[in-house]
């Protein structure tokens, strides 16, 4: 393909390295308006966009063991969101539930559709590497991502954590929604 052709106005696709410093100011924006009044003011001034790229350069450059994966939505060529997963890490899930860690669209680029293409490019490719559940957790008082993931097909199933979130041992509850992803038809 050149360089001259044309490009889809929104689009998924894995994540690359030149891509850190935008996820990190994708992560910034989002953590900073979903947990600024949730943590104390000390926690929320480290989400840093500098920080998170770094982080996310380090993950991009040398992947953890195991099928963890990042996606990025874009808007052109524009980073404006991202989505991360793994195995679940939770015990009760069994070995065949992916876990969708992150979940992050830029307040300005909300309501164009990149929620449901990162989702959809998850599980899409949790289902290719045999997962039959996807899970997530998410603050409990989340209202609004609870609106978006259970119209995406996940819902609760009665799991919850106390997350701590500050070094005096301050905690947020989660809980965790889930979907099956296997096909019912059978087929791929």
Excluded: C
């Amino acid at each position: 393909m050149s360089d001259t052709a044309p490009h889809a106005d929104a689009s998924v696709r894995p994540a690359r390295v030149t891509d850190a410093p935008a996820i990190g100011r994708v992560q910034a924006e989002v953590w900073i308006e979903t947990y600024a009044d949730r943590v104390p003011p000390e926690v929320s001034a480290a989400f840093d966009p500098n920080a998170f790229a770094k982080a996310w350069r380090a993950s991009l450059e040398s992947p953890p063991e195991g099928i963890h994966r990042l996606l990025v939505a874009l808007a052109g060529a524009q980073v404006v969101g991202i989505a991360a997963y793994g195995p679940s890490q939770d015990p009760d899930t069994g070995q065949a539930a992916g876990e969708l860690t992150v979940l992050a669209v830029h307040p300005l680029a909300r309501h164009q559709g990149h929620g449901s293409r990162l989702v959809n490019a998850v599980v899409d490719e949790l289902r290719e590497i045999g997962a039959e559940v996807v899970t997530t957790w998410l603050p409990a008082d989340a209202e609004q991502t609870r609106r978006f993931l259970l119209a995406a097909g996940l819902g609760p199933d009665g799991a919850f954590r106390d997350r701590v979130v500050s070094p005096d041992g301050q905690t947020i509850r989660e809980i965790r929604l889930q979907a099956s992803i296997t096909d019912a038809e059978g087929a791929s």
